[in-house]
């Protein structure tokens, strides 16, 4: 593989056959840290396939943008036609506005009373009905164009509006229960606070050691006077069972646990070899609209 780009994972169903893709659905989630994708079998609603790829920091979105279409390049089966293709894109920022007061052609002054917009970026935003909300983000003008020449039909969504729609939808279907849910990333934490079947707080803290992400962890649950120790956490992502970050979060909280993968899809055994909570806006991008 051209350029600093490592393959991580590579899971595949032993029956899958590469070849038209129509009765198949792609899914894809990138940022600045790397790329995967996933393959869903339509007729048996099943995931077949599962790739991972991570670039070295401090990539450009020009340069990632060229990182990927090697890839797609050197992988056949990418360049086939799919019923669908599913884009979540990650950015540690997302705001969110509610449906009474939000309105399209006021999406950038939503933005930019938060973030201005990166030079070479556009306003995009996410209807999340679950919240009922929308979330506004911006987008490298550079990747969009790679994308409209990898994949000329496909729906992008932030991937903070994945993780907050499939977890809201899960907890309505009684699939979980917690106070606080943590989606770890390697250079980035989400939190997300619960009430209920509402939700209370979300955003995105970049961290470069575990003391950040713990400071951030209890900055949050101090500004909403909640007490560790009373809380259940639900843990996603680059965390597991043997990790140091498990255990000391496992320390602190009530209880501790990871969300297993939704039981609405079907997934090959070649699945097992990853933990269920890895890759879940991946698994549940195809949910989401």
Not at 44 to 69: C, D, M, N, V
Not at 149 to 161: W, Y
């Amino acid at each position: 593989m051209p350029g600093p780009v490592s393959k991580t994972i590579s899971i595949v169903d032993k029956d899958f056959t590469s070849g038209s893709q129509t009765k198949k659905i792609l899914s894809i989630e990138l940022g600045l840290d790397g790329f995967s994708f996933t393959v869903l079998d339509v007729l048996e609603f099943k995931y077949q396939l599962l790739e991972s790829y991570q670039w070295s920091g401090g990539q450009s979105w020009g340069k990632i943008s060229g990182l990927l279409e090697n890839i797609v390049k050197e992988n056949p089966l990418l360049t086939n036609n799919f019923e669908r293709v599913n884009i979540a894109y990650f950015s540690p920022q997302l705001t969110l506005v509610p449906f009474e007061v939000f309105q399209h052609l006021h999406k950038e002054s939503y933005h930019d009373f938060v973030s201005d917009s990166p030079p070479g970026h556009h306003v995009n935003s996410d209807r999340l009905n679950n919240l009922k909300a929308y979330g506004v983000y911006s987008f490298p003008d550079v990747l969009q164009k790679k994308l409209d020449f990898l994949f000329p039909v496909h729906r992008i969504r932030h991937s903070g509006s994945v993780l907050i729609e499939s977890l809201l939808a899960a907890i309505k279907m009684g699939e979980w229960e917690a106070d606080i849910v943590l989606h770890i990333r390697p250079d980035f934490l989400e939190v997300l606070l619960i009430d209920g079947q509402k939700l209370l707080f979300y955003n995105t803290f970049r961290y470069h050691a575990i003391d950040d992400l713990m400071y951030y962890l209890f900055f949050v649950l101090e500004k909403f006077n909640m007490d560790a120790s009373e809380q259940r956490a639900m843990l996603l992502g680059e965390v597991s069972l043997d990790s140091e970050l498990y255990r000391m979060l496992s320390a602190y909280f009530r209880e501790t646990g990871f969300l297993r993968r939704s039981d609405f899809y079907k997934y090959s055994r070649e699945f097992e070899s990853i933990p269920h909570h890895f890759f879940y806006n991946l698994l549940n991008l195809n949910a989401c609209g």
